[in-house]
Nanobody, 115 residues
Framework: QVQLVESGGGLVQPGGSLRLSCAASGFAFRVYAMSWYRQGPGQEREFVARINSRGGSTDYADSVKGRFIISEDKTKNTMYLQMNNLKPEDTAVYYC????????WGQGTQVTVSP
């Protein structure tokens, strides 16, 4: 079955850390760029980070640069998002995206940053 499944969300205090995972199955994970997006309450879905298939170069939204790190383990068909120094404005449902023509989306995982 072709799918992306996120995990690792939760409730964390400001300044805390979380690591999200995105497990891919049913397609050749290693040949596609993979990305994280998020959608906050009442907001549109926005780009967070991307890791490219060749060379593993990365891109980040300005709002998360220096705090979030995207990575992947191709042997496990899994992508990660290490989120450090979390802020209340990082509260959102986080989605992974990728696969052929970047058409695959996971179901999302909730991240809530609150005292």
């Amino acid at each position: 079955q072709v799918q992306l499944v996120e995990s690792g969300g939760g409730l964390v205090q400001p300044g805390g850390s979380l690591r999200l995972s995105c497990a891919a199955s049913g397609f050749a994970f290693r040949v596609y760029a993979m990305s994280w997006y998020r959608q906050g309450p009442g907001q549109e879905r926005e780009f967070v980070a991307r890791i490219n298939s060749r060379g593993g170069s990365t891109d980040y939204a300005d709002s998360v640069k220096g705090r979030f790190i995207i990575s992947e383990d191709k042997t496990k068909n899994t992508m990660y998002l290490q989120m450090n120094n979390l802020k209340p404005e990082d509260t959102a449902v986080y989605y992974c995206n990728g696969g052929p023509s970047s058409m695959l989306w996971g179901q999302g995982t909730q991240v809530t940053v609150s005292p």
